[in-house]
Nanobody, 121 residues
């Protein structure tokens, strides 16, 4: 029932900007936290940033100052604004929605299928 869908990836040149979207359904954003991850070919999936209600967004050091996480007014879509993209940003980007639960482990993760971003000249 819960669905998470990323979109907005593509091929860009170094220095360009790109905005990714993450649309979630079947969950209440008031009960959920959102995070972005990325995975480059042959590498582990790594954390990019996160957004929680009432908490300032947090970012990995590699993207801090260049990436920004935000949500729309309806609170059903999360965005990842990526500026000054670098070749090392090339990866499949994933959105994760964590729904709070009242029992252990007190959170349930839902992942999208990912959207690829390629930064190349």
């Amino acid at each position: 029932q819960v669905q998470v869908v990323e979109s907005g990836g593509g091929l860009v040149q170094p220095g360009d900007s790109l905005r990714l979207s993450c649309a979630a359904s079947g969950v209440m954003f008031s009960d959920s936290d959102m995070a972005w991850f990325r995975q480059a070919p042959g590498n582990e999936r790594v954390w990019v940033g996160a957004l929680s209600d009432g908490i300032r967004p947090r970012y990995a050091a590699a993207v801090k100052g260049r990436f920004t996480i935000s949500s729309d007014n309806a609170q059903n879509t999360v965005y990842l604004q990526m500026n000054n993209l670098k070749p090392e940003d090339t990866a499949v980007y994933y959105c994760k929605v964590t729904k709070a639960t009242t029992t252990f482990p007190f959170g349930e993760d839902y992942w999208g299928r990912g959207t690829p971003v390629t930064v190349s000249s």
